[in-house]
């Protein structure tokens, strides 16, 4: 498939501990190139989205299209505890700076997992990866359904596409998708800095009814609240779309991004919400974005993203 690289397994390799046996497996003993004949057990599927068009766009710090080799890194040597198969099936690039295209052939990518009965785990790239993301789910579900979006992130992303989409645009794109094609625009984002958002930005998210949270509020104590308000979300869908944007995390955790939190919400706070989410039985579709392997400190960016795909297939 044109600008669809080959799946390049020779990433998937690390320590090897044989006096264990089958109890000290790793993610690298594990993985297998997804191959596009439908045959395989369902199971999750990582698909890279490298790809910082958006970001460079939206005026952001580029570096987010290395985020896929460097998140399947720390992967690799992880210890592997999960009931199910995992498949990798490559990398959707954005060399030429066609960002609609890149958009198309991911979404066409996640249409076909979802489509083989897998769970397709994107990892981005800037931001700009939600629009291709949920355009494959949507695409799948041909209008099956609600389908609710929840994006942990310090920004709305709902900058209005005005001559080019970006990382600050995706969730505009798709509630002006749900208006073309008749469907609710059901969005919660979730650990909204208010110092990150303008009013003009506030003003839309409450003109479409979107459901925030402020990083404020999204702390420990208040997990019971929180949980609660998921509740009420997740009751309004059938389907389930989970975006994490890193940035949402503190700096201190998260320093690899291009626009670091200057308060951020614990993952303390973030992991029962992922939890949550997984126990509801309605999450179709997950994708982390905004990792920046450039701007890493001793890939403490990478091991908390990889710590995210275990919360999100465990």
Not at 198 to 209: D, H, N, S, W
Not at 295 to 313: E, F, I, K, P
Request: hydrophobic letters at 45%.
């Amino acid at each position: 498939m044109d600008k669809f690289n080959p799946v390049d397994m020779s990433v998937w390799q690390g320590r090897q501990d044989p006096e264990d046996g089958e109890l000290a497996l790793r993610w690298h003993d594990k993985v297998q190139p997804w191959l596009q004949a439908g045959h395989a057990a369902p199971g999750v599927a990582l698909v890279g989205f490298a790809c910082d068009e958006g970001v460079r766009r939206n005026k952001g710090r580029e570096g987010a299209a290395g985020a896929p080799l460097a998140v399947r890194k720390l992967l690799a040597n992880s210890a592997w505890h999960l009931g199910r198969s995992v498949y990798d099936s490559g990398d959707v690039n954005c060399e030429d700076g066609d960002l609609d295209a890149a958009h198309g052939r991911l979404a066409e990518r996640v249409a076909s997992l979802l489509d083989e009965g897998h769970f397709p785990l994107v990892l981005g790239g800037g931001h700009e990866v939600a629009f291709g993301s949920w355009s494959g789910l949507n695409r799948h579900l041909a209008g099956r359904g609600r389908v609710g979006i929840i994006n942990f992130d310090a920004h709305f992303d709902l900058r209005m596409k005005l001559e080019q989409a970006s990382s600050g645009t995706p969730f505009f794109q798709i509630a002006e998708q749900c208006a073309a094609q008749g469907t609710p625009f059901t969005y919660a984002c979730l650990g909204v800095a208010e110092t990150a958002n303008t009013q003009a930005l506030f003003a839309r998210a409450e003109a479409l009814g979107v459901w925030h949270v402020l990083d404020e509020t999204m702390t420990p104590a208040e997990l019971p609240a929180l949980l609660s308000g998921l509740d009420a979300f997740i009751a309004r869908c059938d389907h389930l779309y989970l975006t994490i944007d890193l940035d949402v995390l503190p700096a201190a955790v998260m320093p690899g991004v291009s626009a670091p939190a200057a308060r951020g919400v614990e993952l303390a706070v973030i992991e029962p919400l992922i939890a949550h989410i997984r126990a509801s039985g309605k999450l179709r579709l997950a994708d982390l974005a905004e990792y920046n392997p450039s701007l890493d400190q001793d890939n403490r960016s990478a091991r908390v993203a990889a710590r995210l795909v275990h919360q999100l297939t465990k």
